[in-house]
């Protein structure tokens, strides 16, 4: 969460294109949706008043995606004051290039956020499957049960979604000690 936090923090809030890349990001992070997903997504298919997205999946599978908070107010100041600035003509697309006014696409959004994360100081390579991973797993860590999550993000097979399972040792020593009985009082025997 930390190095979510800070990416987010460090997005311009004062330009068009900067709201526009906050919504992007919180859209991400909030929902896990994917890549192809996310630039596809058309006015119509965001619900604001309802803090939904009807996404078209793959295998042209569609699902509702909730919004969080965040993400729901980032778009609805994207939508007031960003995209009627940025969009050129009349398309329905939900994201807007800032050079174009058409569509965004992932070569004009990926180095803006590799600028952004350069900026948080996060080491690690920023890709948009990130934020995909990211939501998942801070669900998880959240106490989200697997299934919601492989709804959320359309797998249709819940084994692709138990790849966010994976605990890190950190978390592992960490889950012992609050859980295991050995760990909470040594003067009783277990058992």
Known sequence: MPE?????????????????????LEVLYSTGVRRAELLGLNLPDLRLSESMLYVMGKGSKERVVPLGKAATEALQRYLAESRPILAKGDHQALFVSASHGGRLSVDEIMPVIRDYAKQARIKKKVNLH?????????????????????????HSELSTTAIYTRVDLTDLKRTLKKCHP????DSQPAG
């Open 4 to 24: 979510v936090a800070r990416l987010l923090a460090v997005v311009p809030r004062h330009s068009p294109s900067g709201i526009r890349d906050l919504a992007v």
């Open 130 to 154: 990130l934020f995909r991973h990211t939501c998942a797993t801070h669900l998880l860590r959240g106490g989200a049960d697997l299934r919601c999550i492989q709804t959320l993000l359309g």
């Open 182 to 185: 050995r760990e909470k009082d």
